[in-house]
């Protein structure tokens, strides 16, 4: 690959997951989705951008900082880039938002702020202020004499400028928005019939003046919302220990305190205080500094709540029954008979908690085994662990700390484990135990056999309602065999095992990906039925990408269905004009990683935890399952063919990183893939889909050339 071609050929990951969240910030702009929804895209919107900086940009600002002088320059050209793709973004962000206040309107709903009110309703929100407010507010005056005190980046601030006898002071006062509604409904005006809504930090500064009352005679008091973001980097020792623990807890109050590397401010700042901040913040030249309007932490929109008809919120789409379960006697005697293939939130995450509380009471049980990677809190999950302790199974479970944003969670599950009697295991040194297995060992007939799930998702009641992943409940004791396997790993890393049905990070994820490119690499060489379809969140392994160029120039089609970052450029002439790549953005948070071989006509099918990322083909705990059954196959391959068929909510991944939604040709049925699945699964009807062709585009070109002519 020539340089030129190779520059071409690559996207940063970190671009490529900003054009992600434009995509989101497209449905918050999109007039078919429902207002609520659109307002709710925005803080979900907001929330990705926050992690984004707190991760990526952080991990970018490092290297800029202290790799070799070559590399930081490249390195600061990244983060520039960034900045002004985000500054881009926030523009945009803002003119979404306005639209839809202007849509809200429409509908009699009203989010104003604190200079629209009338006297009526200013005495309404003081009221409010003095009863649920007030005592909530903790102000500091800013003093050079005095340490900056330390910014909780989960927080907005409002940096206030007081005025007084010729003086200007400088104050913070955080935004209790964890103790308070962000949005707070109030009276609308007299004799008029609208639903209003005013922000936490608006009443505050309607109040303003009485949080300061007898310290300054003052003035004025302005108020402008800031909002800091700190890099979230961990630094670990290796050991997995009860002082790993410790360190965990260390390192998560260092987090607290971690280097800033974005500073949101409201644009109407005066320079005085923009200047004291900057100054006082000891922000410098990597640092993104974002101007913006006058609302921060945005992430809050995800809360925000519908006052009118339920029209105008988007429709929960009911859960689909497991006929085959359902008609058992029980989950466990329902695997005996065949492989059970869930897809949440399509079907109910009931299921597989019922699994665990049916496998808690056999007594027939005598072992289960579990990883944890996130858990809702009230986990039913983790109470179904505990009753299995109570009716005298052995539980191990694995609890992955350094699960990124969930670590102080896992810390105090970990010790309500321990102290329900289960054995804990922190994980594996030097890695994330990311997999989502199940284990469980049942007596029959004086034989051990296993009972085993394999899944794509985390074992959390709360994302399976929001996020699609598949769960894989299977008799198969090969497979059983094996996870089982992976378990005596995570307890024993010396051990080295050796596995013919399972794909397992770090010991052979990266040569069954290969082997799996390269075998449809040999079926085109022979001119076999050949192709690959990949659907994960994210591609961004160097050496996957290179193999995946390399099939497309084989004659190999390859399609791709990722949701997030894509550092692959499809549609390079020779190099990748037969790979195509879309990306689903709708209700549901897309999340399964699924990875299909045509096979020279006997296709094979697999699940897994493991995105086409280095850190999770080399540096963490995965499973990929195999699908055997032929029932099973057809519903991830149906699923698959909608998903590809999808001409509403996909968008295109190429080169122009445009997002230009796929077109619908006139005459087409609208095909929305999220509903179509689930009509799909609840009658189990094939729909009729536009023919799905999986000849390589170099062939499909000449046979249209030879007719032609």
């Known amino acids: ?106 509908r009699k709903i009203y989010v104003i702020n604190e200079k629209q009110l009338d006297e009526a309703q200013t005495a309404y929100v003081k009221d409010v202020f003095h009863n649920h407010i007030q005592q909530e507010l903790v102000p500091i005056i800013l003093d050079d004499a ?26 913070l006062l955080e935004v209790p928005t964890t103790r308070v509604d962000r949005f707070i409904r109030i009276p609308g005006r007299k004799g008029k019939k609208a639903k209003v809504l005013i922000t936490l930090e608006n009443i505050i500064r309607v109040c303003l003046n009485e949080v300061f009352r007898g310290i300054f005679p003052l003035d004025s008091a302005d108020a402008y919302t800031i909002k800091l973001t700190r890099d979230a980097e961990l630094e670990l020792g290796e050991e997995v220990t009860q002082t790993f623990v410790e360190k965990m807890a ?25 200047d004291y901040l900057v100054r006082r913040l000891g922000l410098g030249r990597l640092d993104s500094m974002i101007p913006g309007g006058r609302y921060h932490n945005s992430k809050d929109f995800m809360k925000f709540p519908n006052l009118g008809p339920a029209y105008l919120d988007m429709k929960a789409l009911p859960k689909i029954p497991s006929a085959e379960i359902n008609a058992a006697a029980n989950i466990l005697s329902c695997m005996r008979e065949q492989d059970i293939l869930l897809f949440y939130p399509y079907h109910s995450f009931d299921y597989l908690t019922d699994f665990l509380k049916t496998a808690a009471i056999d007594p027939a049980v ?37 699960a990124r944003f969930d670590e102080e969670a896992n810390i105090q599950l970990s010790q309500r484990l321990t102290d329900g009697g289960v054995n804990v295991i922190l994980g594996v040194p030097g890695l994330k135990v990311h997999s989502k297995l199940i284990s469980i060992t049942r007596q029959e007939n004086n034989v051990q056999r296993y009972y085993t799930h394999v899944g794509t998702g985390n074992f959390n009641e709360k994302t399976a309602s929001v996020y699609t992943d598949f769960s894989l409940f299977t008799y198969d004791q090969g497979i059983g065999e094996e996870v089982a396997k992976v378990f005596d790993f995570i307890a024993f890393t010396y051990k080295r095992h050796e596995f013919k049905h399972l794909a397992v990070s770090p010991l052979n994820s990266r040569e069954r990906l290969v082997a799996l490119i390269d075998n449809e690499i040999h079926f085109a060489n022979k001119g076999k039925t050949c192709g690959l379809t990949l659907k994960c969140n994210n591609l961004v392994d160097r050496e996957i990408v290179d193999k995946l160029y390399e099939a497309s120039q084989a004659g190999v089609p390859v399609r791709l269905i990722v949701r997030g970052m894509c550092s692959l450029v499809p549609g390079l002439p020779g190099l990748s004009e037969n ?9 549901f948070l897309e999340h399964p990683r699924v990875y299909i071989g045509r096979n020279g006509g006997n296709p094979q099918y697999y ?57 619908r040709k006139p005459g087409t049925a609208r095909i929305r893939s999220q509903h179509v699945i689930h009509d799909y699964l609840s009658t189990g009807k094939k729909p009729r889909l536009p023919q799905l062709d999986y000849r390589p585009r170099s062939t499909v070109d000449d046979k249209a050339s030879k007719k032609k002519k």
């Open 250 to 274: 260390q390192s998560l109050k260092r987090r607290k305190k971690g280097d800033p590397v974005r500073f949101v401010y409201d644009s109407e700042m005066p320079n005085d205080l923009q």
């Open 366 to 402: 005598k072992e289960i085994k579990i990883s944890l990677y996130r858990v809702a809190s009230n986990s039913h999950v983790v109470d179904a662990l505990l009753n299995a302790v109570a009716n005298h199974k052995e539980v191990t479970v694995v609890v992955e700390l350094q």
């Open 607 to 663: 699940i897994s935890s493991a995105d086409l990322m280095t850190r999770n083909i080399d540096y963490r705990v995965e499973v990929t399952c195999p699908i055997y059954d032929k029932k099973l196959q057809k519903m991830i391959q149906t699923i698959i063919d909608i998903q590809w068929a999808d001409n509403d909510k996909a968008r295109i991944i190429d080169a122009t990183q445009s997002n230009m939604f796929r077109e």
């Open 1 to 106: 690959m020539t340089e030129h071609i190779a520059e071409q050929a690559w996207v940063a990951k970190e671009l490529s997951w900003l054009s992600f969240n434009e995509r989101v910030l497209q449905e918050a702009a999109d007039p078919d989705v429902p207002v609520i929804q659109r307002i709710r895209y925005l803080g979900i919107f907001s929330n990705n951008l926050d992690e984004f900086f707190r991760v990526r940009v952080a991990d970018v600002r490092r290297l800029a900082a202290f790799s070799t002088p070559s590399k930081q320059e490249e390195y600061k050209a990244l983060l520039e880039e960034i900045r002004q793709t985000v500054l881009k973004l926030q523009r945009r962000f803002d003119a979404t938002y306005r639209e839809n206040l202007k849509e809200l309107a429409r």
């Open 579 to 587: 790979i195509e790549a879309i990306s689903i953005v709708d209700g």
């Open 146 to 171: 005095n340490p900056m005190p330390e910014l909780n980046d989960a927080s907005i601030y409002l940096a206030i400028r007081l005025s007084y006898e010729n003086q200007t002071r400088f104050a």
